[in-house]
């Protein structure tokens, strides 16, 4: 069983939908927890952060964290064209190290 | 500051050849991960470093994967021989100690093993 878990989609939805993208982890040490967002042909690059449990907002973007469950999720909300792209949970266990787990990634299209 | 570089963009070898992709990191950037990114596995790690010093190789799927980081600017991954399999996206990324752990990814290098 894979430490992170995320479903590959594809994910097809018209402009102006909430997207929901979820992933679900293994290991409750993980303590760290972030979305990347990965448009065609390019690196990922962050586009949420959070610490611990709870919830964090960001423009149309809601980051939400259930360690009870080890379960989290990115909501995007007004979805646009320009939200297509593979969005990639991470997470990392406290401490410095840096090293990050990645989910297999979705891919969003959002269709106009 | 221009980012994490790599190169070759684009590499198209036939089995068996060696490889070599190259890194320059974000000046300041404590620790330097190399990803392989495939279709069916995702982003993988395959090693990192920190302050040039390899800390876990565990991710290296064979000996025939090498990589080292001579100094705070340059690093490099080689694989000799290749293979069909190794096939993928090759991402470089460094992040600096005491942030949040943010790491700053260049834009890959595309290996093609025929």
């Known amino acids: 069983q894979k430490e992170v878990e995320q479903d590959p989609g594809p994910l097809s939805v018209p402009e102006g939908a909430i997207v929901s993208l979820n992933c679900t982890y293994s290991n409750s040490a993980f303590q760290y927890f972030m979305w990347y967002r990965q448009y065609s042909r390019k690196g990922p690059e962050l586009l949420m952060y959070t610490y611990s449990s709870g919830n964090k907002e960001d423009g149309r973007f809601t980051a939400q964290v259930d360690k009870s469950s080890k379960y989290i999720s990115l909501f995007i909300r007004d979805s646009q064209p320009s939200d297509s792209a593979t969005y990639l949970c991470a997470m990392r266990y406290s401490g410095n190290t840096g090293k990050l787990i990645f989910g297999q990634g979705t891919t969003l299209q959002v269709k106009p | 500051d221009a980012g994490v570089i790599q190169s070759p963009r684009h590499e198209v070898t036939e089995m068996g050849q060696e490889v070599t992709l190259r890194c320059k990191p974000i000046?300041?950037?404590?620790?330097l991960f190399w990803y392989r990114q495939t279709m069916m596995r995702g982003l993988e790690l395959l090693i990192y470093f920190n302050n040039n010093v390899p800390i876990d190789d565990s991710g290296m799927p064979e000996d025939r994967f090498s990589a080292k980081m001579p100094n705070a600017s340059f690093s490099t991954l080689k694989i000799q021989p290749s293979e069909p399999r190794d096939s993928a996206v090759y991402f470089c990324a460094t992040s600096r100690a005491g942030s949040t752990g943010e790491l700053f990814f260049g834009e890959g290098s595309r290996l093609t093993v025929l």
């Open positions: 000046s300041g950037h404590d620790y």
